[in-house]
């Protein structure tokens, strides 16, 4: 007969059931907007960051191991070390390389305007598309390694992103942006943004409160039904609008009296969010 689980086991599974659903929806959100190769390497980076952050609270003002490194984040030394050359470049060289490089579409789009830039003129910002000498074909192939990545889907998703127009007739394509963007309408940028802001918000609530004694924690609840009937979702939904609406208006007036009249860089961000959710 097997051994009935036991409490610790119980316990992870519990972490990555919870850990998994949270990506699961985070990654809905990421998916088109960013790969998964730098997403990887995304992780990884603020992984490792946050973990020697964490381990030299621990010992304030003594080096952090590079053994208690790879114990915590499961990396041998070897990458441990490249991670850390690349921290230390700074964040700003760091960043701006990634973003050149977000999406395959991304890094297109990047070498797109250096060939216009080269140029001298606008003539670069359209290319030929339809054949294996096209112009945009041996763009795509000395920009992306990745086998299984098609220029045909390339261009379908720099029209659907209005990154391109495309010239069927002349069988040309030509550039008419800047940077890429991963959105597919005026509105998802904001939207987008609000809702990894709302997400933030409350990891960094369950952070603190994971610190902090109980006197000190932040308040944090969520108020759910498991039984609620679908024909009533509609009615639900409106009733719980009009009640955080309530909220809403009166956390804004009591917020007001708070406010420092001139914005300075020591003042904190500090509120109260509020959310309808619904899960199947």
């Known amino acids: 007969m097997p051994d009935k689980p036991g409490k610790q086991s119980g316990e992870a599974t519990i972490l990555t059931l919870a850990v998994e ?12 907007r960013i790969s998964l190769v730098r997403l990887q390497e995304m992780i990884r980076y603020i992984y490792v ?4 952050k964490d381990l030299r609270t621990e010992n304030p003002g003594k080096n952090v191991p590079m053994t208690r490194l790879a114990l915590v984040t499961g990396l041998d030394t070897r990458t441990l070390v490249q991670v850390r050359k690349h921290l230390e470049a700074g964040a700003h060289q760091y960043r ?8 395959p579409e991304s890094a297109i789009v990047e070498a797109w ?3 216009v830039g080269g140029n001298g003129s606008a003539r670069g910002s359209r290319l030929s598309y339809g054949s294996s000498d096209g112009e945009f074909e ?14 045909r889907s390339i261009i379908e998703r720099l029209l659907a992103t209005g990154s391109v127009v495309q010239d069927k007739q002349n069988r040309t394509l030509e550039l008419v942006v800047d940077q890429f963007s991963p959105y597919l309408s005026e509105d998802e940028p904001s939207m987008f943004n609000a809702a990894l802001s ?3 918000g409350l990891l960094s609530t369950l952070e603190h409160n994971l610190k902090a004694p109980k006197p000190e924690r932040f308040f944090q609840r969520q108020i759910w039904t498991f039984r609620l009937n679908p024909k009533d979702r509609e009615t639900f939904r409106r009733a719980m609008r009009e009640q955080l609406e309530q909220y809403k208006d009166r956390t804004e007036a009591s917020i007001e009296p708070w406010e420092s009249a001139h914005y300075s860089e020591d003042l904190l961000t500090a509120g109260a969010g509020f959310y309808y959710f619904e899960d199947s």
């Open 198 to 200: 709302s997400m933030s």
């Open 49 to 52: 960051e946050e973990a020697e």
């Open 21 to 32: 659903n949270i990506f699961r929806k985070l990654i809905r959100f990421l998916v088109g």
């Open 138 to 151: 041996r763009l795509v192939k000395s920009t992306i390694s990745g086998r299984g990545i098609t220029t």
């Open 96 to 103: 701006q390389q990634f973003l050149t490089e977000l999406t």
């Open 113 to 115: 305007n250096a060939r």
